[in-house]
């Protein structure tokens, strides 16, 4: 029997909305564009010191569309969550990946979290993340230099093991602005808490 599955959240979605993946079939660019605008303007019209400028919409819209397409080519992914709490700055991309369950559950996780990936600029802060939904995990903290853009990058990951579909999950997200990124660890954290699986049999 094949499971096919996703992870949902009871986070706010409008600080944590999920990108649709469409691939390249007939009205895949239609419906990205669509989602893109109406996401953006319901972003914007939560912003409430300031009038919304149909520019900044036009703008935040095209950068959501971009992702939405080029992601899914250059990245192999099952889900994509965003994190945008405030759409005047640049958002995040929390990168869910799924496999089947394969060796040790720690040495595994390790791996998935990247502990001894080479190129850290310093060991990654690993710890145990265990969650009610998903069961046992870690999560890693890792800095590195990005090779294309040469520049000081965070990554922050966090891997599970869920026994009872035999799959190791990754969520992933990582950029250069690392003093944001890190001082919102808390929000990730609570963020990956209310993951849940639902499953499609």
Same mark, same amino acid.
């Given at each position: 029997?094949?499971?096919?599955? *996703?992870?949902?959240? !009871?986070?706010?979605?409008?600080?944590?909305?999920?990108? %649709?993946?469409?691939?390249?079939?007939?009205?895949?660019? @239609?419906? @990205?564009?669509?989602?893109?605008? @109406?996401? *953006? =303007?319901?972003?914007?019209?939560?912003?409430?010191? #300031? %009038?919304?400028?149909?520019?900044?919409?036009?703008?935040?819209?095209?950068?959501?569309? *971009?992702?939405?397409?080029?992601?899914?080519?250059?990245?192999?992914?099952?889900?994509?969550?965003?994190?945008? %709490?405030?759409?005047?700055? #640049?958002? &995040?991309?929390?990168?869910?990946?799924?496999?089947?369950? #394969?060796?040790?559950? !720690?040495?595994?996780?390790?791996?998935? $979290?990247?502990?001894?990936? %080479?190129?850290?600029?310093?060991?990654? =802060?690993?710890?145990?993340?265990?969650?009610?939904? &998903?069961? /046992?995990?870690?999560?890693?903290? /890792?800095?590195? $230099?990005?090779?294309?853009?040469?520049?000081?990058?965070? *990554?922050?990951?966090?891997?599970?093991?869920? #026994?009872?579909?035999?799959?190791?999950?990754?969520?992933?997200?990582?950029? =250069?602005?690392?003093?944001?990124?890190?001082?919102?660890?808390?929000?990730?954290? =609570?963020?990956?808490?209310?993951?849940?699986?639902? $499953?499609?049999?």
């Amino acid at each position: 029997m094949t499971v096919t599955f *996703s992870l949902d959240t !009871d986070s706010d979605a409008t600080v944590w909305p999920a990108m %649709p993946i469409l691939g390249e079939g007939r009205g895949a660019a @239609r419906d @990205r564009k669509k989602w893109a605008r @109406r996401t *953006s =303007e319901l972003l914007w019209a939560l912003v409430d010191d #300031e %009038p919304v400028d149909k520019k900044q919409v036009k703008m935040l819209a095209y950068e959501l569309d *971009s992702v939405a397409e080029q992601l899914p080519r250059t990245v192999p992914v099952h889900q994509v969550f965003l994190y945008v %709490p405030d759409p005047r700055r #640049e958002f &995040l991309t929390f990168l869910v990946h799924a496999g089947p369950s #394969e060796g040790d559950v !720690d040495a595994t996780l390790d791996e998935l $979290v990247q502990k001894n990936e %080479p190129g850290a600029a310093q060991d990654p =802060e690993v710890i145990d993340f265990d969650t009610t939904h &998903l069961g /046992r995990g870690k999560r890693s903290i /890792r800095y590195f $230099v990005a090779a294309k853009a040469e520049a000081m990058c965070v *990554s922050v990951n966090y891997a599970w093991r869920i #026994e009872s579909l035999g799959i190791d999950v990754i969520v992933r997200t990582l950029g =250069e602005d690392i003093g944001w990124i890190t001082a919102n660890i808390d929000e990730f954290d =609570e963020f990956a808490r209310s993951l849940f699986v639902n $499953v499609d049999a």
